[in-house]
């Protein structure tokens, strides 16, 4: 598994107060895979839990293509930001060493 690229996009105020440095940070996060099977059987894998996930100040959004897996961050501020990307690495990283299991 290689992580391809991490972009990030900060939006902060025009005057940056200690209460305002960040607005919202938004990322999108594409994790490219040996295969097209592998890529689809981490997606299935951990689908439910970016639809089901209950944090309220950020979003995630999974998308699959091809050999691909393209996850969307949307998050009110640094916190929630770190938690989801924990999350989302912590789910794949899982669902990886799960499937490399289930192969040998």
């Known amino acids: 598994m290689i992580l391809n690229y991490l972009n990030f996009n900060f939006f902060g105020g025009i005057f ?6 960040l607005k919202s940070i938004n990322s ?5 895979f040996d295969s097209e099977k592998q890529a689809k059987i981490v997606y299935e894998s951990i689908f439910l839990e970016f639809k089901t ?6 979003s ?22 770190r938690a989801s990307i924990n999350s989302a690495i912590k789910w794949i990283k899982l669902s990886v060493e799960i499937n490399e299991l289930a192969e040998n």
């Open 16 to 21: 940056i107060s200690e209460s305002d440095i």
């Open 28 to 32: 999108d996060i594409v994790i490219d």
């Open 53 to 58: 996930s209950p944090d309220y100040r950020s």
């Open 60 to 81: 995630m959004d999974l998308k699959l293509d091809k050999n691909t897996i393209i996850i969307t961050i949307d998050a009110e501020d640094a916190t929630s930001f």
